[in-house]
C-alpha cells in the first residue's frame, strides 16, 4: 500500500484496510484476493483461539485452580501446569518442584568460587510458563516486580538477558 500500513492488524483491521484498495489490474486484483482469502481464514483461527480460550477457562475453574488469578498467565498458561503437574502436594519441597521444572540453579563452585549456573534439565514446558509468567510480571506494576527491584537493591546481579 502506498504509504503502508501498520505491523500488526485485527483481521477486521485488516478487512476494513483491504476494502479502501482498489487494483487497476490484473497483479493487484489476484493480490487483493489472495489478501481477502487469508483473513477469511484468520477471522476463522481467531474464532478457534477464542473458543479454545474460553473452554481452557472453564476447564481451569473446574479444578479449583486459582492460577488465572496471577499476573501474567493466561488460560492456556494455567492449564500447563494442572496437566503436566496434577496435584502440586505430590511434590516434599519447593526446592523439589524447583529441580522438577528446571528452574533450581546448578552448583557450579570450584575452590573459593562460589557459584551457580542454569540447569538446562527439567520439565521445559512448565520452565517456559513460569518464564512467561515472570517476564509479564516485570513488565507490570506487580508484586513480582516489586520483589524483583528488592533484589536487585539488596547487591543481587540482573540476570544476562535470554539468546532470541
Given at each position: ?6 505491523k500488526f492488524?485485527?483481521a ?9 484498495v482498489?487494483?487497476?489490474?490484473i ?5 487483493r484476493?489472495l ?8 477471522t476463522?483461527?481467531d474464532?478457534k483461539?477464542k ?8 476447564l ?13 498467565i ?5 492449564a500447563?501446569?494442572?496437566g ?5 502436594h505430590?511434590f516434599?519441597?519447593?526446592?523439589h518442584?524447583?529441580?522438577?521444572n ?6 557450579a563452585s ?9 540447569s ?6 512448565i ?6 509468567m515472570?517476564v ?9 516486580r516489586?520483589y ?9 546481579t540482573?540476570?544476562k538477558?535470554?539468546?532470541?
Amino acid at each position: 500500500m502506498p504509504g503502508g500500513a501498520k505491523k500488526f492488524l485485527s483481521a477486521p483491521q485488516a478487512r476494513a484496510l483491504l476494502n479502501t484498495v482498489r487494483p487497476r489490474d490484473i497483479v493487484g486484483r489476484t493480490r487483493r484476493q489472495l489478501a481477502s482469502e487469508l483473513i477469511t481464514e484468520l477471522t476463522a483461527i481467531d474464532k478457534k483461539i477464542k473458543a479454545a480460550n474460553a473452554q481452557l477457562t472453564e476447564l481451569v475453574e473446574a479444578t479449583g485452580s486459582r492460577l488465572q488469578e496471577l499476573n501474567g498467565i493466561g488460560p492456556s498458561g494455567a492449564a500447563r501446569p494442572i496437566g503436566d503437574i496434577g496435584d502440586i502436594h505430590r511434590f516434599a519441597s519447593r526446592a523439589h518442584f524447583a529441580s522438577w521444572n528446571g528452574t533450581a540453579p546448578i552448583d557450579a563452585s570450584s575452590g573459593d568460587q562460589n557459584r551457580h549456573r542454569l540447569s538446562r534439565a527439567g520439565n521445559r514446558r512448565i520452565n517456559r510458563a513460569l518464564h512467561i509468567m515472570t517476564v509479564v510480571q516485570l513488565r507490570h506494576d506487580t508484586e513480582g516486580r516489586a520483589y524483583y527491584r528488592r533484589k536487585l537493591a539488596a547487591g543481587k546481579t540482573q540476570p544476562k538477558p535470554c539468546a532470541p
